[in-house]
């Protein structure tokens, strides 16, 4: 294999200080999303119209206690992380159309009572879906607020049933050259260990605040940002929410996590967002939201201390990274 002197993961520190995208082109939509929890978005009137399938979701649980202003589809949908098609963010959009969403199955095994296969389709129409506003922010100091729509990933973990051994949780994306070209091992990236995985800890898995989407903006993902089905953990770096998933292991050891193997000292296994521990080679001290010129304060656990905090009390977060 072509052994490159620079980690073929290596994100170009431009990517944390790029201005150029952050210029918002439009009006952002102001929607008043505090006191509004009860209110069904009205996902019509985001700025920017995604091309994709409907989903019928039955109820729109909007994050409450937030006051965020929704990140525009054109800008969410436009600059991604996606090693599968390209290490330039705006790439994903003109290359991901080779990703086939469908059909897809995505099979939960492991350290499980039992383990089953799915089909997206059945995801789709039976699992109960929800809107959920979240902020999502990346390791390289962006961020962008969007309209998930997804289930709790707690509904398939008690529908395989856990046991003692039950202790993380696997995620792996698909492994298909012909839809993923960087996966075809011969190009500048070549030596990320493709498949992507990620993991969390049973308890974080468990958590109500991690969700598996489908959709986003009220519609299904577009495939630059995870079809058809996706993770989103949002008090947790951007590169733990793992896109196109097929297998969910349950595992009694911690598992590999892509970019923990790839730089250990850059990346931990729990990524939780933390302004006090700066990567080696930026602060997290601030962020830069889609869509606005201004860089704004980040928060402990990306803002949803209250609800995560109690996970981690006996951890040093310092050395847990
Ligand atoms: N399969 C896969 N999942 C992935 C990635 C990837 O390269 N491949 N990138 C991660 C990173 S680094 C980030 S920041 C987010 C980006 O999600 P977005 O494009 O929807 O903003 O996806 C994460 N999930
Ligand atoms: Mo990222």
């Known amino acids: ?13 431009r990517d944390a200080t790029d201005e150029n995208i952050y ?4 009006d952002l939509m102001k ?8 209110l069904a978005l009205p996902t019509q009137s985001f700025s920017g119209t995604s091309p994709y399938k409907p989903l019928k979701h039955t109820k729109s649980d909007i994050y409450k206690g937030q006051d965020l202003d929704i990140t525009d589809y054109d800008n969410a949908s436009a600059y991604n992380n996606f090693y599968e098609f390209s290490l330039e963010k705006k790439d994903p959009k003109k290359l991901a159309h080779t990703l086939k969403p469908e059909p897809w199955t995505i099979e939960i095994t492991g350290e499980v009572q039992k383990s089953f296969t799915i089909d997206i389709n059945t995801v789709f129409n039976s699992f109960p879906l929800e809107e959920r506003v979240y902020k999502f922010r990346c390791v390289e100091a962006w961020s962008m607020v969007v309209p998930w729509v997804g289930f709790e990933l707690s509904y398939l973990l008690k529908k395989a049933g856990l046991t003692s051994k039950s202790k993380y949780v696997s995620f792996v994306t698909k492994h298909d050259p012909s839809m993923f ?10 030596n990320i260990p493709f498949p992507y995985r990620e993991g969390l800890r049973i308890d974080e898995a468990m958590h109500p605040l991690t969700l598996m989407t489908v959709g986003m903006y009220g519609k299904r993902l577009p495939n630059q940002n995870g079809a058809p089905l996706r993770l989103i953990v ?3 770096y951007g590169f733990k929410s793992l896109k196109s998933i097929v297998k969910i292991e349950v595992t009694e050891h911690e598992p ?3 970019w923990h193997r790839m730089n250990a000292n850059e ?5 939780n ?3 006090k521990v700066s990567h080696p080679r930026w602060s997290q001290k601030k962020e830069r939201v889609l869509g606005k010129f201004f860089k704004e304060e980040t928060f402990i656990f990306n803002g949803y201390k209250k609800e995560v905090a109690s996970m981690y009390k006996d951890m040093d977060l310092k050395k847990f990274i």
Do not use: C
Request: proline content about 10%; overall charge positive.
């Open 1 to 13: 294999m072509h052994i490159l002197k620079k980690p073929t993961w290596f994100i170009p520190d």
């Open 23 to 26: 210029r918002s082109r439009r």
């Open 31 to 38: 929607l008043g999303i505090a006191g509004a929890a009860t």
């Open 181 to 190: 070209p960087e996966q075809k091992g011969s190009s500048l990236f070549g």
């Open 234 to 236: 949002p008090w947790k």
């Open 256 to 258: 590999i996590s892509t």
């Open 267 to 271: 990346y931990g296994f729990y990524a």
């Open 273 to 275: 967002v933390n302004p």
